[in-house]
């Protein structure tokens, strides 16, 4: 009891001091709200065009003139990128026929930046002109705390992930209306809640239930993404660090595998045990649905020192070990990125570096070819975007 009663304690201080915290990194708004501007040069990346295109444009009149700063610096919003490429006619992701690509995170080593790397990789996609969902699947609810979400709101919520996945909720309610809004006007979240530990036992307790019941509470995450496909261009799913239940839905949802692992020999050996894993819920689900299949597997290294030995030695490992399946620019270890966790953002959400603007520059940039990279295998995923890339490499070869 007395043990009970200091937990009691504990929980009730925490509660009150991550209020505290969410109100220091947010304030002075209750909700997170962006802020983000870029120049002209940083806005011309994202949109796939350069300066000079953009100035000629705006010079003819095909689109407004940026905003400008009090300082007299011209700038553009995330807003004004999707009207850009409305009145320019950029066509980011797939086609209205076309489904969303849907990418799982994962890896079962704590510490790998697994819900860092979605979170950067959400709103890049988001600034690259996609519509992007964004499905917690971890209990502990780090992607969904990053994008603001208020968790204790969700405690009497009907509609949500927990409810959806959940064996002893007789009617299935729909997927959609478990999604929420956030402060990206193209980036929608399916946010965890603390029921989803409890849907996890739930969903174990399928095994007693005989083959059809384990088939089903394997599928349950798929079945509700195949609402939505049509809605979004990329699905990103924050699974679990365990290969339980909830693992193996997001496992057998996905479409793409982006596997985070540090240039450090502890997460490389543990990262072996986490792929015979997936392999071994690969073969185990294949029992019940043959149809599940990745696009692509690729391996991503994270918070990379190049400056220090021993990891860069372990990079060649990686390199030669993963054989063609791992991203070529590995995420750098950056005290930017640290630090934009603190205030619960990314990279790409904050406009005044924490240190120097070389540092954040810098950070930034390596982010964009690390994903830039992964962009185009996903693009392949899409029959009409497939075709596009091999046109662009004739043109590029000629």
Known sequence: MLSGQILDTMITSCENAKSVLRRAAIDPSERKTLTITMGASVAAEFLGRTPEALAKAEARGRLPSPKTANNGRRYYTVEDLIAIREALGIKAGKLPDERAVVIAVQNFKGGVSKSTTSKHLADYLALRGYRVLVVDCDPQASMSVMFDVNLEELIDETHTLSNYLSPRIDEADSFRKTIKRTAWPNID???????????????????????????????????????????????????PPAMGFL?????????GLLIPVPARQLDYLSTIHFMQTCREAMSLVSKFDASIDYGFIKVVCTMFQPNRT?????????????????????????????????AMSSIYEINKPYGSHQTYTRCRDNLNAVFRELEKDICKQWPSRLSQLGTDRLTEAA
């Open 189 to 239: 979240i399916c946010p965890a809640n603390l029921g989803l530990q409890d849907t996890e036992w739930e969903l174990t307790a399928t095994i007693e239930e005989g083959p059809d019941a384990i088939a089903g509470a394997f599928r349950m995450l798929r079945i509700g993404l195949e609402e939505v496909r049509q809605d979004y261009d990329v699905i990103i799913l924050d699974p």
């Open 310 to 342: 021993n990891e860069a030695q372990m990079l060649q490992v990686m390199e030669k070990t993963y054989a063609g399946q791992m991203l070529s620019t590995p995420v750098l270890l950056s005290e930017e990125i640290k630090n934009a966790g603190i």
């Open 247 to 255: 693992g193996v839905n997001t496992l057998s949802a996905a479409d």
